[in-house]
């Protein structure tokens, strides 16, 4: 357990619909740096270590309810990278 202020948020942005009920947009599997994107959110902390534990184990799948592509871990894995 830590504080939020230590930890990373992976966020899944909110899905938009049109009148038809089509997907537009949302859904996206990103970092939130900031801590304030809009979407459903997990923690994690920002050693690269516990990263990659909780990429092997789905824990972002688990709290996301939805499968992730391995493309977006590694775009998830460079920015974290980039952010220390």
């Given at each position: 357990?830590k ?8 966020v899944?942005s909110p899905?938009?619909r049109d ?12 970092l ?7 979407g ?5 902390c ?9 990429r092997?184990?789905?824990?972002f799948?688990?709290?996301?309810s ?6 977006v ?6 920015e ?5």
């Amino acid at each position: 357990m830590k504080p939020k202020r230590e930890l990373i948020r992976v966020v899944k942005s909110p899905e938009k619909r049109d009148e038809n009920d089509s997907l537009v947009s949302g859904g996206e599997i990103t970092l939130d740096l900031t801590g304030k994107a809009a979407g459903r959110g997990a923690y994690v902390c920002k050693n690269p270590e516990c990263f990659q534990k909780a990429r092997k184990a789905r824990r972002f799948e688990r709290s996301l309810s939805c499968k992730i592509p391995e493309e977006v871990y590694e775009r998830m894995s460079e920015e974290l990278s980039k952010s220390e």
